[in-house]
């Protein structure tokens, strides 16, 4: 059975530092897909950061130099690191993966359209 659980959400002023973790079971993070999308309230899904099976990243390019994705294989884990928080980060932060999509960019740019699996998010809240 395949399950993603995020963690590391939470209320940071701007400027500061949050690590979202997604602990995955039911597959090998390595061979998929892994991304992170966010959603904020009366806005549409959005690709954050994305890393596909052979080690390629994809970043939107409002969290550039800002964000990075990683993934430790060993155990079954992807992280996001997000540094210099903005309001405008504010959003539902959601874990997906996919087994199918091969390429980081593509990835993302489907705002997660082709993935098959999901989190059930964290909410990360960015706010003076």
């Known amino acids: 059975q395949v399950q993603l659980v995020e963690s590391g959400g939470g209320s940071v002023q701007p400027g500061g530092s949050l690590r979202l973790s997604c602990a995955v079971s039911?597959?090998?993070?390595?061979?998929?897909?892994m991304g992170w999308f966010r959603q904020a309230p009366g806005k549409q899904r959005e690709g954050v950061a994305t890393?596909?099976?052979?080690?390629?990243?994809a970043y939107a390019d409002s969290v550039k130099g800002r964000f990075t994705i990683s993934k430790d294989n060993a155990k079954n884990t992807v992280f996001l690191q997000m540094n210099s928080l903005k309001p405008e980060d504010t959003a539902m932060y959601y874990c997906?993966?996919?087994?199918?999509?091969?390429?980081?960019?593509?990835?993302?740019?489907?705002?997660?359209?082709?993935?098959?699996?999901w989190g059930q998010g964290t909410q990360v809240t960015v706010s003076s």
């Open positions: 997906g993966a996919d087994p199918v999509v091969s390429n980081a960019r593509y990835g993302l740019g489907t705002r997660g359209r082709d993935f098959d699996y």
């Open positions: 039911g597959f090998t993070s390595s061979t998929y897909c």
């Open positions: 890393i596909d099976s052979d080690g390629e990243i």
